[in-house]
C-alpha cells in the first residue's frame, strides 16, 4: 500500500534557526514527489516536485532533497512568514493521484 | 483568473440535503482532481478528470458521491443525503497534464462544508 509518514507533527524554531522536515514514504513505483505549503484556511501551494534519487531543489530559504525511501525539506534561517504546515505526496506510476502526509506544522518565532 | 476558484467558500446544509460543489480550474489545464481534508490531516483524493471523463473515480467514499465536467473545464462535485460524516474542506485541484512534466497540482482556495 502506498504511504507518505510525515514529522515531526510540529516543529517551533527561532527565527534564523535551521532545520529539516522529514517525508517517509512507500510506494510501488514513484512518478514524482511534491511539497506544498498551506496556510489555515486555504489550499495547499505547490512549492517543488522532485522525480528522482539524489535530485534537489531549491527555491528562496527551501531545500528540498530526495533518496529513495524519504524526502527532507530544508529550512536555512526561516523567518515569521515561513510559519505554515508542510505538506508531502507522492504520485505512483500506476496512476495520478497524489497520496499525502498528515503535513508539518511549522512555527518561527520572531 | 490566474488561479483555481472554488464556490462556494463555506456551505452549510442538514443532514439529508442535497449539495453541489463547483470548481473552475486553471484555463488550459486538462486535469482536475478533488479532494477532501479534515482538521489536522492531508488532503484525501476523491476524484480525477482527464478532460471530460472520469479517469479515476476510486477514492469516491459511496454512491452519495458523483462529479461531472461536462465541456472538460468547470466540474461539479455532488453530494445527496448528506451526513454529519461529509464535513470537511473539500479540495479542487488542476494540473497541465497528468503525468511527466508539468503534472503539477495547483489547488483552489477549498469549500467548506459543514453538515448539522
Known amino acids: 500500500e502506498d504511504q507518505v509518514t510525515q514529522s515531526p507533527e510540529a516543529l517551533r524554531l527561532q527565527e534564523g534557526e535551521s532545520s529539516s522536515l522529514n517525508c517517509s514514504y512507500t510506494?510501488?513505483?514513484?512518478?514524482?514527489l511534491f511539497w506544498y505549503r498551506q496556510d489555515p484556511g486555504k489550499g495547499p501551494e505547490f512549492l517543488f516536485t522532485?522525480?528522482?534519487?539524489?535530485e534537489e531543489k531549491e527555491k528562496e530559504r527551501l531545500k528540498a532533497t530526495l533518496t529513495k525511501k524519504e524526502s527532507f525539506l530544508h529550512i536555512t534561517a526561516p523567518k515569521p512568514e515561513d510559519s505554515a504546515t508542510y505538506l508531502c505526496?507522492?504520485?505512483?506510476?500506476?496512476?495520478?493521484?497524489?497520496?499525502w502526509g498528515a503535513g508539518t506544522k511549522l512555527i518561527i518565532k520572531p | 483568473g490566474a488561479g483555481v476558484s472554488q464556490t462556494p467558500s463555506n456551505k452549510v446544509t442538514e443532514k439529508g440535503k442535497y449539495v453541489e460543489l463547483r470548481c473552475d480550474p486553471i484555463?488550459?489545464?486538462?486535469?482536475l482532481y478533488w479532494y477532501r481534508q479534515s482538521l489536522g490531516q492531508g488532503p484525501e483524493f476523491l476524484i480525477y478528470?482527464?478532460?471530460?471523463?472520469?479517469?479515476?473515480d476510486s477514492g469516491l467514499p459511496n454512491d452519495r458521491f458523483f462529479a461531472v465536467r461536462p465541456e472538460g473545464s468547470v466540474s461539479t462535485l455532488k453530494i445527496q443525503r448528506t451526513e454529519r460524516g461529509d464535513s470537511a474542506v473539500y479540495l479542487c485541484a488542476s494540473s497541465y497534464t497528468s503525468g511527466g512534466a508539468y503534472n503539477e497540482q495547483f489547488f483552489g482556495p477549498g469549500t467548506r462544508l459543514t453538515v448539522l
Open positions: 522532485l522525480y528522482s534519487a539524489g
Open positions: 510506494v510501488s513505483g514513484l512518478r514524482g
Open positions: 505526496a507522492v504520485q505512483a506510476t500506476s496512476n495520478y493521484q497524489l497520496i
Open positions: 478528470f482527464q478532460g471530460t471523463g472520469a479517469a479515476d
Open positions: 484555463s488550459g489545464h486538462t486535469a
